[in-house]
């Protein structure tokens, strides 16, 4: 479930948009199959991953974005949080066209997944 809240940044902060995603999956893990306890299904994998993404206008065409490629993450099979500072400034070149570069480093890490990552991406809008 997405909510998009867009308004004229008029706020000290400013603060363009604020869009919040949770996502429940429920699945199963084939990297982690015990052929001993059941060899017919590997264990069910369960997750829950929060993204609550919030931007923030530095120009009319670029912005400050946490959480906007890597969210928080519960792994409820096995328990622990993975919690990620993660930071995009994006850049509209055109109408069409946005250039982004984004870094993520762990704050809390129960869960294992990734220390430190950067990224990059192109967008093209139609």
Known sequence: MIWTLKHEVDTLLHV????PLLRYMYSFDTSKNSFAVNPGQPPLARYL??????GFE???KTMLRFWDENGMAYNAAGG?????LDAMV????????VL???ASKQLIQTYP???WT?????????
């Open 49 to 54: 991953s929060i993204f609550p993404t919030v």
């Open 80 to 84: 622990g949080w993975f919690v990620p």
């Open 100 to 102: 982004a570069v984004g």
């Open 58 to 60: 530095l120009t009319p």
């Open 113 to 115: 997944q990734y220390n």
């Open 118 to 126: 950067a990224y990059g991406k192109v967008s093209f809008n139609f």
């Open 90 to 97: 994006t850049h509209r070149l055109t109408n069409n066209l």
């Open 16 to 19: 363009s948009d604020f869009s």
